[in-house]
């Protein structure tokens, strides 16, 4: 198990350092220097720019010396705990990462706080009785939301409750402080996107372990079938859908990044991608390593989590 | 003891010189329909005249398709679904529409009348008539929605198949590429690939097989390893044929039925990447009509109750085809589950 853990770490790190390499590399290119300088000094200023002082800008920014060494500087800044600097927002990665990531979490944490629950329900109540009423409708229901983007159901949603009834606002800049009313929308429009998913792994399970020797015996010996939905059932028809929901944060980081943009969130998405759209090197870089290492780490916690709860299966 | 002949196979030419209806009908809607939205600015004005046997065509495939799935109700409900919003597509230059790109009255509410139009669905800020925007926004989802799938699934199916059946270092080099990439969640990976390629239809194309391929691979790995056991296997292996007729012709078939229902389900992930892309500004380029842009142009402008309509017929024409995508998967592994 340990090795386990320590093999996905080394492979952590390893994917870390090729995929930074390779976005030094591919924002070196001219092109992206060039829209940095048109970002920093205007259009116009840059049109007019001469060869050498174009040249002597690069060098104040630091950009003329060749991108491997500069790779080397960043992995030895990053390794003393300095994520570098952002050009765009001009303030340290670090503090400005850690701002917006906390944002993201408290939107997370609503996120998962609702969707658990909801989607386990749901799966439950479908999988318990295969092929009923009750079975049937709650699967329609999961493959519609499932089918409406996030990008959809923003609207859906905004249009609805914020433009039409006006219980809500319709951004969510959080400029007056931290509004709790501002975040119902980002959250619903996540959770209806991704309920459906898991409710219906959930309810795959479940028909799974409903169709079991041991369910039926429990139920010809004469027990009470909610006994033996609560105490035989549910412990290993839980299993898949808790790992699945640790996956779901992988999941998260990618959603997020339209919700926050559509809602106008200060969240890690829209840092990404206004990051990527300055070109700012830096902020792309922490924000991907972030990325990165919340994929991996989700995956050991599902594996770990599977091994756990489900003392048949033994990593070598 | 005597030598027996090995009895030979059929040779490749013999299995590819029958082709299906099904084939020939699909090729007939989508090298047209392709050929028109990729190049028919190139073409000039006449370009229209591509679709005409993509029209007869796709009304050929939808009835076929409905007798193929009419176990499942779902299964018909998704194709429907899916051959209206590719009916559209083919025979959009046909229709009694609009100019989707000339301004004709800013602002028209939906059902009203503006000098002599009448707008079913309105128009928008710049005042281009919604419902040809509409309809015509669909050609370049459908297009490069499964053109980047289908892409995704040629690379992803010929990784798996190479590191399932071939294994050994091959299978160790692609596995650990895959992991490499599948560790990134989808939407940075996109970002950072269109954003360094440039937002076009085929760096779409691009950033979907990059982002789709290791998911495609893992599975055909998988399922290429169950069956490269199989005895039709060895049989082929024993009469000496190349590991690339192998692969092709006795793998690939094979592994057809659980690739069809995941094609289906990643067409719908590929059309809300692609319009989640285009809204961001990543994807698709304007002026031509896409239900991306068209979220994108009026989520700036059109934040109020009485304009929410800008908003609402891309978001729910692009949900409907999305829905028709997963219906069609769900009822294709509910019928492959029953038999």
């Given at each position: 198990?340990?090795?386990?853990?320590?093999?996905?770490?080394?492979?952590?790190?390893l994917?870390?350092?090729?995929?930074s390499?390779?976005?030094?590399a591919i924002?070196d290119?001219?092109?992206?220097?060039?829209?940095?300088?048109?970002?920093?000094?205007?259009?116009f200023?840059v049109?007019?720019?001469?060869?050498?002082?174009y040249?002597?800008?690069?060098a104040?920014?630091g950009l003329d010396?060749p991108?491997?060494?500069?790779?080397?500087?960043?992995?030895?800044?990053i390794?003393?705990?300095?994520?570098?600097f952002?050009y765009?927002?001009?303030r340290p990665?670090?503090?400005?990462?850690?701002?917006?990531?906390?944002n993201?979490g408290?939107?997370?944490?609503?996120?998962?706080?609702?969707?658990?629950p909801?989607?386990l329900?749901?799966?439950?109540?479908?999988?318990?009785?295969?092929?009923?009423?009750?079975?049937?409708?709650?699967?329609?229901i999961?493959?519609?939301?499932?089918?409406?983007p996030e990008i959809a159901?923003a609207?859906?949603?905004?249009?609805?409750f914020?433009?039409?009834?006006?219980?809500?606002?319709?951004?969510?800049a959080?400029i007056?402080?931290?509004?709790?009313?501002e975040l119902?929308?980002?959250v619903?429009?996540?959770?209806?996107?991704?309920f459906?998913y898991v409710a219906?792994?959930t309810?795959?399970?479940?028909a799974?372990?409903?169709t079991?020797?041991?369910?039926?015996t429990a139920?010809?010996k004469g027990l009470?079938?909610?006994?033996v939905?609560?105490?035989?059932?549910?412990?290993?028809?839980?299993?898949a859908?808790f790992?699945?929901i640790?996956?779901?944060?992988?999941?998260l980081?990618?959603g997020v990044?339209v919700?926050?943009?559509?809602?106008e969130?200060?969240?890690?998405?829209k840092l990404?991608?206004?990051?990527?759209?300055?070109?700012?090197?830096?902020?792309?870089q922490?924000?991907?390593?972030?990325?990165?290492?919340v994929?991996v780490?989700s995956?050991?916690?599902?594996?770990?989590?599977?091994?756990f709860?489900?003392p048949?299966?033994r990593f070598? | 003891?005597?030598?027996?002949?090995?009895?030979?196979?059929?040779s490749a030419?013999?299995r590819?010189?029958?082709?299906?209806?099904?084939?020939?009908?699909f090729?007939?809607?989508?090298?047209?329909?392709?050929a028109?939205?990729?190049f028919?600015?190139r073409?000039?004005?006449n370009?229209?005249t591509?679709?005409l046997?993509?029209?007869p065509?796709?009304l050929?495939?939808?009835?076929?398709g409905?007798?193929a799935f009419?176990?499942?109700?779902?299964?018909v409900i998704?194709?429907?679904?899916?051959f209206?919003w590719l009916?559209?597509?083919v025979?959009?230059?046909?229709?009694?529409?609009?100019?989707?790109?000339?301004?004709?009255a800013?602002?028209a509410?939906?059902?009203?009348?503006?000098?002599?139009?009448?707008?079913?669905?309105?128009t928008?800020?710049?005042?281009r008539?919604?419902l040809?925007?509409?309809i015509w926004g669909?050609q370049r989802?459908l297009?490069?929605?499964?053109?980047?799938?289908?892409?995704?699934?040629?690379?992803?199916?010929?990784?798996?198949?190479i590191?399932?059946?071939?294994?050994?270092?091959?299978?160790?080099?692609i596995s650990?590429v895959a992991?490499?990439?599948?560790?990134?969640p989808?939407?940075?990976?996109f970002i950072?690939i269109l954003?360094?390629?440039?937002?076009?239809?085929?760096n779409?194309v691009?950033?979907v097989?990059?982002?789709?391929?290791p998911?495609?691979?893992?599975?055909?790995?998988?399922l290429?390893?169950?069956?490269?056991?199989?005895d039709?296997?060895?049989a082929?292996q024993?009469?000496?044929?190349?590991?690339?007729?192998i692969?092709?012709f006795?793998?690939?078939?094979?592994v057809r039925?659980?690739?069809?229902?995941?094609?289906?389900?990643?067409?719908g992930y590929?059309?809300v990447?692609?319009?989640?892309l285009?809204?961001?500004?990543?994807?698709?380029?304007?002026?031509?009509?896409?239900?991306?842009?068209?979220?994108?142009?009026?989520?700036?402008?059109a934040?109020?109750?009485?304009?929410?309509y800008?908003?609402?017929?891309?978001?729910?024409?692009?949900?409907?085809?999305i829905?028709g995508f997963?219906?069609?998967?769900?009822?294709?592994?509910?019928m492959?589950?029953r038999?």
């Open positions: 198990m340990l090795k386990l853990i320590l093999r996905r770490l080394v492979q952590m790190v994917i870390m350092a090729v995929s390499l390779l976005l030094f924002f290119t001219p092109e992206f220097k060039k829209r940095l300088a048109v970002q920093e000094l205007g259009g200023a049109s007019a720019l001469t060869e050498e002082s040249k002597s800008w690069l104040a920014r010396v991108f491997y060494q500069r790779y080397a500087n960043w992995v030895g800044n390794l003393s705990g300095d994520l570098g952002s765009e927002k001009n990665v670090g503090p400005l990462l850690a701002d917006r990531l906390a993201t408290i939107l997370a944490f609503f996120v998962f706080a609702l969707m658990i909801l989607s329900i749901l799966g439950i109540l479908a999988g318990m009785k295969e092929g009923s009423l009750q079975d049937r409708s709650i699967s329609f999961s493959v519609l939301t499932t089918s409406i159901s609207i859906l949603l905004t249009v609805i914020a433009l039409g009834l006006g219980w809500l606002p319709v951004k969510s959080m007056g402080g931290f509004s709790f009313r119902i929308l980002p619903l429009t996540l959770v209806i996107y991704d459906g219906r792994m309810r795959a399970s479940m799974e372990v409903m079991s020797q041991y369910i039926r139920i010809l009470p079938y909610r006994r939905v609560m105490r035989h059932a549910l412990r290993n028809a839980l299993i859908p790992t699945l640790v996956l779901q944060l992988n999941w980081l990618s990044v919700v926050e943009v559509f809602f969130y200060d969240g890690f998405g990404l991608l206004e990051a990527a759209l300055f070109p700012d090197v830096e902020v792309v922490a924000c991907t390593l972030v990325a990165v290492a994929a780490l995956q050991i916690i599902s594996d770990i989590g599977y091994t709860l489900n048949r299966i070598a | 003891m005597a030598v027996t002949e090995i009895p030979s196979g059929p030419l013999d590819l010189s029958r082709p299906k209806p099904v084939i020939v009908l090729l007939l809607m989508w090298v047209p329909l392709t028109y939205v990729m028919g600015q073409i000039g004005p370009a229209q591509l679709l046997p993509a029209i065509a796709t050929a495939l939808y009835v076929l409905v007798r009419r176990e499942s109700r779902v299964a998704g194709l429907t679904l899916v209206f009916l559209m597509a025979s959009a230059p046909y229709l009694p529409l609009m100019d989707p790109n000339k301004p004709v800013p602002f509410t939906p059902f009203s009348e503006r000098g002599g139009l009448f707008f079913w669905l309105g928008d800020f710049k005042g008539d919604m040809s925007r509409m669909c989802v297009v490069w929605g499964v053109t980047a799938t289908m892409v995704a699934y040629v690379v992803g199916a010929m990784f798996g198949l590191s399932g059946y071939l294994a050994g270092w091959w299978d160790e080099i650990f992991n490499v990439l599948l560790s990134f989808v939407m940075v990976l950072v954003n360094y390629l440039g937002p076009s239809g085929f779409i691009v950033a097989t990059f982002a789709s391929a998911a495609i691979m893992r599975i055909v790995r998988g290429a390893l169950d069956i490269k056991t199989r039709y296997v060895y082929a024993t009469r000496g044929e190349h590991p690339l007729y692969m092709i006795e793998l690939l078939p094979n039925g659980p690739i069809i229902v995941d094609a289906c389900l990643r067409l590929t059309t990447a692609i319009t989640t285009t809204f961001l500004g990543l994807g698709l380029q304007p002026p031509d009509p896409d239900w991306g842009l068209m979220i994108r142009e009026s989520a700036k402008t934040m109020l109750w009485k304009f929410s800008m908003l609402l017929v891309p978001a729910l024409a692009v949900s409907s085809l829905l997963n219906l069609m998967a769900d009822g294709l592994r509910e492959s589950l038999d």
